[in-house]
């Protein structure tokens, strides 16, 4: 197997070459797991790597050409800057940066652009808006109530244009456009907080996308880049611990007694007129009374968020709350914007990840 | 924006297929441009119709005097007007030229298209001598105009208008003037003998376009370089092509103005040859509109020797 | 028959991707600070040439109902207008993360008397006949040559050969750059 190259003067091209030409693809495989996953990547595999539009990847055709490369005849050539990524016989590359492109299973925070036709139309940073399906939410009344025709002609009174959520991507059109869902406890209208963007390459996928973090308040890191900070609800199911049934009776038990903080209605089954009103609440737009200490958090919170992606530095919970910390000691929320400080934070950021090897 | 000249798939193929044979619609091989038909209307000086196949273009030249732009005192003026109406095609759409940098429509950039490309080969490359055009420093002076319609749309317009416009130029008489002082005379044209203006050379515009027989990734990193190449495309070819070249060049081998605007990518030696083939059209185009003009100039001296002699006739009687 | 078209702003086809490149050229970028007409016709036409650049760059086959948007700025202007537009682009492009076959670099090559020069300033583009040229990839095929001056016939191919060598050379910087910035990117990651 033979490569040919174009005058390509840069040394990581040959050892490209050489990594395929050795043909230890299993091994890449592995790698690729830790790669999308943990979102980990080895550095000194990484370089090598590394194509640019029109470099030649391989000239061996029996690899599948996945997204961001093209081909002539046996050549596969890339067609963004970025790093190549196989999956078995598949060959892609992915761009550093780039526009967020969905996959099922996403869980993202996005804004209602538009209300139409048994659907809303929502922004979630991609090429294309997303869309909910009315079937696809919560209807106040518990999750057994089927849709009405009434449901259609007021659901503004559920989600209108401007309103924020997050959502879960349940399918993906032929066009790369998304279908949401929020049928679920961990989905839904979002209040009582701050929306910060990110770019979406920032964010490292992760089991889990919504944290409480320390100080009172909780956020939601979608996979698009879109984020949400937001204090954390009371008497709240632990958001990691997912919704078991109990909790979700529990939960329903003590929003019938104080009847708001924590969103009702959404593990209930039952249509009281009490349980009725208060289920409208998932879809309020009043927010909470909310301390000034705890909005001060948000907002230290947000800006460690976007020091963080000043930097370009990978986003995930653990990184946040080190970041958090190290803001403390830069004084009060306001000399967070900084630029300076924004970079000294990101330094030490990853001085502190190297100091523990890992971050 | 005007309605788009839609081309059925069929017809596309069928077109497409037939170019990767060598073969024309209308009978032509790739690199034949149609006749050129350059008709001078008797009327007046500086009118001049050219037909390239059904493309037809109008082009007449006006002058008048009046005061020159402030920063230039020594230069006459030269406009060269372009109108692209619905009347030529229904896909274009009245006063498209004005919507600037903003509109995105395929017409709209093709109308700037070719009144900057016209602009362009004549004007910019100094095809009037402006400086002539001077009477009187920085108080009078010559403004040329030159109207360009386009009366049917076949492919081509860039052509034929050069072609329309240079003849028109060349053609025109513009009335002979006296100058005493800050005082100007200007004699009718029966009075004295009407003037031409001074032409410095005649830029001619060659059109090539281009046809992508493999795909997008050949053309890109293919080596084979087997694009198709066609002057003179008509419409439909226009419409089906993936890239245009257009290259002016005058008698003397000059290149006035050369535009190839994205597009497919052609090899340098390609286009190489598309200018040395460029410059024989020109060279024969160019004795064609000599040839016309000295048959009219023919026409019209005999035409003014028949007039003499009816006055001297009259005075004889 | 004409009369049958009604003129409708209807696009023929819905789901085509579209590009739109659009040029600024602010007062302060130039020597003279002239307010600039909005619809200039010389930008219009530099826009229309570049955006047929990148259609054929760009594969827009991956961009179904959406439209690229493309603005540059001239924050100063000294000369090779058109390739640098071009160039910034392609970097752009890049970060954007779009689909592109290759880079597209653009130089200006210019002739003095026998001596052929390469990215003349605005002084020179002034004085001297010029072209410029774009190039894709690290092929000699041309994607670009506008030259608005009278030049010789037989100078241009020497003039072309420069400029596809200087392509070739700004394609490897670019590409350099690239490079760096996104092991940079990679680094952070970890």
């Known amino acids: 197997m033979d490569v040919i190259t174009i005058t390509q003067p840069n040394q ?47 000239d061996d055709p029996s690899w599948m050409r996945g997204h961001g490369t093209y081909f002539l005849n046996e050549k596969t050539y890339s067609a963004v800057a970025g790093t190549i990524i196989r999956v078995n016989k598949l060959l892609s590359v ?172 959404m593990g209930s089954v039952s249509i009281t007129s009490l349980e009725e009103q208060s289920s409208w609440d998932i879809y309020s737009d009043k927010n909470d009374t909310i301390s000034n200490s705890i909005k001060e958090t948000i907002s230290r919170y947000k800006n460690c968020l976007l020091a963080l992606s000043h930097c370009n530095i990978a986003i995930n919970e653990t990184r946040l709350a080190k970041a958090y910390d190290i803001s403390l000691g830069y004084g009060d929320v306001n000399s967070l914007v900084n630029e300076e400080v924004e970079e000294s934070i990101g330094e030490d950021l990853i001085n502190s990840g190297k100091m523990r090897g890992v971050v | 924006m005007g309605l788009d000249y839609d081309i059925s798939t069929n017809e596309q193929e069928f077109v497409l297929e037939a170019l990767k044979q060598n073969v024309r619609l209308d009978g032509r091989k790739l690199l034949d441009m149609r006749d050129v038909k350059i008709s001078i209307l008797p009327s007046e000086y500086g009118h001049v119709e050219v037909s390239l196949g059904k493309t037809r273009v109008a082009c007449k030249v006006s002058a008048e005097i009046v005061k020159p732009y402030e920063d230039r005192p020594f230069e006459g003026i030269f406009q060269i007007n372009t109108e692209i109406s619905p009347m030529c095609s229904p896909f274009f759409e009245i006063g498209q030229g004005s919507s600037g940098s903003g509109s995105n429509s395929r017409q709209a950039n093709e109308e700037v298209l070719i009144s900057r490309m016209i602009e362009k080969a004549v004007r910019r490359s100094n095809a009037l001598d402006i400086e002539s055009l001077c009477i009187v420093a920085g108080s009078k002076c010559w403004a040329v105009r030159a109207d360009l319609h386009f009366l049917n749309y076949d492919g081509n317009f860039i052509d ?158 | 028959m004409d009369t049958t078209y009604a003129s409708s702003a209807v696009k023929a086809l819905p789901d085509a991707p579209v590009l739109s490149i659009l040029i600024n050229h602010p007062p302060f970028a130039s020597m003279e600070r002239k307010k600039r007409p909005r619809n200039d016709r010389r930008l219009a036409e530099l826009s229309i040439i570049l955006k047929r650049c990148f259609e054929k760059t760009i594969m827009l086959q991956n961009y179904a109902r959406s439209v690229i948007e493309v603005t540059v700025t001239i924050l100063s202007f000294d000369g090779g207008l058109l390739a640098t537009c071009c160039n910034s682009i392609t970097l752009a492009l890049i970060d954007a993360g779009i689909s592109l076959y290759d880079y597209v670099t653009a130089v200006t090559v210019g002739i003095y008397d026998q001596t052929a020069l390469l990215d003349l300033n605005s002084l020179e583009e002034a004085d001297l006949s010029f072209i410029t040229i774009g190039v894709v990839g690290d092929s000699d095929k041309l994607n670009l040559i506008l030259c608005e001056d009278r030049l010789p016939l037989d100078r241009v191919e020497r003039l072309i050969s420069l400029g596809i060598e200087g392509c070739h050379r700004l394609k490897q910087l670019m590409n350099e750059t690239v490079r760096e910035v996104g092991t940079d990117l990679l680094s952070k990651k970890q």
């Open chain 2, 160 to 317: 034929a208008s050069c072609i329309a416009v240079m003849t028109a130029l060349l053609h025109f008489r513009k009335p002979d003037i006296e100058v005493a002082g800050e005082e100007v005379v200007v004699y009718d044209t029966n009075q004295r003998e009407p003037v031409p203006l001074s032409i410095l050379h005649v830029p001619i515009c060659i059109t090539f376009n281009f046809y992508n027989p493999n795909g997008n990734e050949e053309n890109v990193k293919g080596e084979l370089n087997n694009e198709l190449i066609l002057a003179d495309a008509s419409l439909i070819e226009e419409r089906l092509s993936l890239g245009t070249m257009t290259i002016t060049l005058n008698k003397n081998q000059e290149i006035c103005q050369l535009l190839k605007s994205g597009g497919l990518n052609i090899d340098a030696s390609l286009i190489m040859n598309c200018c040395l083939y460029a410059s024989k059209l020109v060279s024969r185009l160019n004795d064609e509109i000599h040839e016309v003009l000295k048959e009219d100039s023919k026409k019209r001296r005999n035409v003014r020797e028949e007039k003499e002699l009816q006055v001297f006739n009259e005075r004889e009687s």
């Open chain 1, 94 to 265: 992915i761009p550093f940066k780039g526009r967020y492109s969905p996959e099922t299973g996403d869980h993202i925070v996005g804004r209602i652009v538009e209300v139409s036709n048994k659907r809303w139309k929502v922004d979630i940073g991609a090429e294309h808006d997303a869309i909910l399906m009315l079937g696809a939410v919560n209807l106040p009344g518990g999750v057994l109530r089927r849709k009405s025709e009434a449901d259609e002609l007021q659901m503004r009174a559920i989600l209108k244009e401007g309103d924020l959520l997050n959502a879960e991507v349940q399918s993906l059109f032929q066009d790369g456009s998304a279908s949401l869902h929020t049928r679920s406890l961990k989905y839904g209208k979002l209040r009582n907080g701050v929306f910060v963007v990110v770019p979406s390459n920032l964010i490292i996928r992760a089991k889990n996308h919504a944290h409480d973090m320390p100080g009172g308040v909780s956020i939601i890191l979608g996979v698009n880049g879109f984020c949400w900070i937001y204090k954390t609800k009371e008497n709240q199911v632990p958001v990691a611990g997912g919704s078991s049934t109990q909790s979700k009776a529990e939960a329903g038990f003590q929003a019938a007694t104080h009847n708001g903080g924590y969103t009702p209605g």
């Open chain 1, 12 to 58: 990581p091209q040959a050892e490209i070459n050489a990594t395929l030409d050795d043909g230890d693809v299993e091994m890449e495989d592995e790698e690729l797991d830790v790669d999308v996953n943990g979102g980990i990547v080895d550095s000194a595999k990484s370089k090598n790597d590394i194509v640019v539009p029109g470099e030649l990847i391989t």
